[in-house]
Structures are given as structure tokens and as C-alpha cells.
């Protein structure tokens, strides 16, 4: 475990070196509400909620979005300018776990690069995934686990799935929150100042 924790505190430092690059001026300024992204996720056919949402700050990230504490990974989360977090956990039969995990950053591309190393946490093992739909996501997948994290202006998505929870189960959750994200900002409700 000290390997990735590493990667993560290595990926961190690498992207804010090249933050000036540029970068920032590609970047969205998306900002939307993490709650209310969760919140207005349909459950998947076969999975039932565990329990209601949650909301945290950076030092949560890790529980939220890896069920485990990694403390490099809230420290990292803060210190690049991880403002909230919201998260939804479904589950199903035959350890079916499904994870929503949507935060709101300071920047974009800071967020996607802790997303990447989050997604190698969540699936150790696995090969990376990149579905075609969603270009620049950063996944991993192995035969029991699988996990995608995709950033779209300030707002990271990020889903974690366990067990007998397919691929299209994935990419229907992040396409959903993605619109959720996009919706909201539209009409003005999740801009952030």
C-alpha cells in the first residue's frame, strides 16, 4: 500500500508543476453541488440504497470513495483545493457494491489527477480502462472490481464498483452524474463563487 500512496503524493506534485502550462485556461469553470448530483441518482436495476447520502469535506474522500482510510489522499485532496464531497453507495446481491463519489475542486486538473490515482486504489490489480465515451476518464477494472473517475470542469465523478456490477453499470452512472453536473450548471443552481 505504500507504493500507491506514493504514486498519489508523486501524481499530486507532478500536476501542480504543471499547472502553469496553460492547463487552467483549457479548463471548464463547471462548478455544480455534489449533494444534489448523488442525490438525484436513480438506483440500478438489481441494487438497493445503503442508507442515505453523505457529505464530507477532503479528509473524507478516501472513506467515501475507497471505503478505507488512506490519510495521504484527504491531505493531498485539501491542500489541492477539495472544497465538498457527496457520496451514494448502493448494494445488491453476491457483494454487488455500486459508489457515486462527485467533489467539488478549486481545479480541475489538480482533481483529475488524484481521480486517476483513487481509480488505481479502487481497482489494485486491474489494467487501465478508458471507455471512449468518456476521453481523458482514468480507470482501472479487474474481474471483481472496477472504478472510473472523470472530471469535468471543477467537478470530479468518480464510481467504484464491486462484484457482479457490469461495465454498463459504470458508465451509466458517471453519464448520469455528468449530466446531473452539466444541468445544474445551466440553470445557475451549483455555480460556486
Same mark, same amino acid.
Given at each position: ?46 441494487? =438497493? ?117 457490469? =461495465? ?26
Amino acid at each position: 500500500m505504500v507504493a500507491p500512496v506514493g504514486g498519489l503524493l508523486a501524481a499530486f506534485v507532478v500536476v501542480l508543476a504543471g499547472c502553469g502550462v496553460g492547463g487552467l485556461a483549457e479548463q471548464s469553470s463547471l462548478a455544480a453541488d455534489p449533494a444534489f448530483i448523488v442525490r438525484v441518482l436513480p438506483t440500478r436495476p438489481g441494487l =438497493d440504497i445503503a442508507g442515505p447520502g453523505t457529505t464530507t469535506g477532503p479528509d473524507g474522500i478516501d472513506q467515501a470513495a475507497l471505503g478505507r482510510s488512506i490519510p495521504a489522499l484527504g491531505t493531498s485532496a485539501r491542500e489541492a483545493g477539495l472544497r465538498e464531497v457527496a457520496a451514494r453507495e448502493w448494494t445488491g446481491p453476491g457483494g454487488a457494491r455500486l459508489v457515486a463519489v462527485v467533489g467539488l475542486w478549486d481545479d480541475g486538473e489538480v482533481a483529475s489527477a488524484i481521480g486517476g490515482e483513487m481509480a488505481r486504489e479502487a481497482g489494485p490489480g486491474g489494467r487501465a480502462w478508458t471507455p471512449a465515451q468518456f476521453g481523458g476518464s482514468q480507470g482501472y477494472r479487474s474481474d471483481t472490481a472496477r472504478a472510473l473517475s472523470v472530471v469535468i470542469g471543477r467537478v470530479s465523478l468518480f464510481v467504484r464498483a464491486e462484484g457482479p456490477v457490469d =461495465d454498463a453499470a459504470v458508465l451509466r452512472t458517471i453519464d448520469l452524474m455528468r449530466k446531473a453536473a452539466a444541468q445544474q450548471d445551466q440553470e445557475g443552481t451549483g455555480t460556486r463563487g
